[in-house]
T-cell receptor, first 116, second 113 residues
């Protein structure tokens, strides 16, 4: 079955540091890939997505590139801020046969804490 | 638009009690789903619906029932609560295709004692 593996956390950084959160996946079809973010006490919200190989998703300074050859979708940001402290989830939606209906398979989440 | 709303925000149940978690969306989305979030395990799909009158099981359906009588509402029922159902529950909705963004509600924190 489908699965998503995220780097083990938590991750603690100083403000303006470079961030990488690794994500690899296995899927039977041609998945769409997502990063969702969860701020304290809130639901998840979409951070960025990529729907085909070599696509780059970007938003709020975060980027991730869909790498089919390495089955990866690593999240990066060049300079993190205190306000980026949150839980980050990598997820996939397997579009095999066009009938996924948006069912998401999530990684375990990575807690990011950014100190001033 | 209110987006996806969930009630209640918090709930404490005793083992064996039943309850319904409410979920509603006002975006005319066809697809709705319920996830549970447990520490270190990400979110896992409980049940989902691709339209009114159509529901199906996800990864962890045991102990939960759903129905979808309208496009807007997708309640989750716990018939006989167990401590293993202590979790945070999220409802989500989206348009139909797998590449569409899912919109999440704020969650319900459920404790079963």
């Amino acid at each position: 079955g489908d699965s998503v593996t995220q780097m083990e956390g938590p991750v603690t950084l100083s403000e303006e540091a470079f961030l990488t959160i690794n994500c690899t996946y296995t899927a039977t079809g041609y998945p769409s890939l997502f990063w969702y973010v969860q701020y304290p006490g809130e639901g998840l919200q979409l951070l960025l997505k990529a729907t085909k190989a070599d696509d780059k998703g970007s938003n709020k300074g975060f980027e991730a590139t869909y790498r089919k050859e390495t089955t990866s979708f690593h999240l990066e940001k060049g300079s993190v801020q205190v306000s980026d402290s949150a839980v980050y989830f990598c997820a996939l939606s397997d579009n095999a046969g066009g009938t996924s209906y948006g069912k998401l398979t999530f990684g375990q989440g990575t807690i990011l804490t950014v100190h001033p | 638009n209110a987006g996806v709303t969930q009630t209640p925000k918090f709930q404490v149940l005793k083992t064996g009690q039943s309850m319904t978690l409410q979920c509603a969306q006002d975006m005319n989305h066809e697809y709705m789903s319920w996830y549970r979030q447990d520490p270190g395990m990400g979110l896992r799909l409980i049940h989902y619906s691709v339209g009114a009158g159509i529901t199906d099981q996800g990864e962890v359906p045991n102990g939960y029932n759903v129905s979808r009588s309208t496009t807007e509402d997708f309640p989750l029922r716990l018939l006989s609560a167990a401590p293993s159902q202590t979790s945070v529950y999220f409802c989500a909705s989206s348009y139909r295709t797998g590449s569409d963004e899912q919109y999440f509600g704020p969650g319900t924190r459920l404790t079963v004692t």
